[in-house]
């Protein structure tokens, strides 16, 4: 598909890095909440979840448009922070809590998350990168390891 060819070269560049965190989240919220959590906006090219932690530090519920990586029995979630240097807020808070929930496709599902490490993060890595190539951009811009997170229902 040109279209989807397109939309993955301009997610690749360090501009879409630099509005992309300001504009899409907040986009997907709303278009989350209209719909009652039926639809996101980002979904349109990727499948895409509301994920709601528990902040590390404040304790407090923290709902975040991603996109996902659907497959057999749950979720991969990417840390990619649109190729910016840090980790994604949501990262720490799934690593300081584990049980969270998505909104998929207008359903609020317990789930609890668990960073891959190792020959499965290699695996879920390679599946990912054949599911939205530019993954590797972001990857190769930062020198962190991009966190993957297999979410499940609880």
Known sequence: MIGE?????VSSTRGFAKVAPHVVPRLDRAVHRLTRGKYLLSAQMLPGVILTSTGAR???????PLACMPEEGGWLLIGSNFGRTDHPAWT???LARSDAEISWKGQD???TARLLEGEER??????????WPPYATYQAR????????RVVRR
Do not use: C, M
């Not at 290699?122 to 599911?131: M, R």
């Not at 020198?143 to 997170?149: A, D, H, K, L």
């Open 5 to 9: 060819r397109l939309v993955q070269k």
């Open 58 to 64: 404040s304790g407090l519920p923290r709902r975040t």
């Open 92 to 94: 720490h808070n799934l």
């Open 109 to 111: 599902i317990p789930v």
């Open 122 to 131: 290699t695996a879920a890595w390679k599946a990912l990168l054949a599911f």
């Open 142 to 149: 930062v020198e962190r390891e991009i966190r993957v997170f």
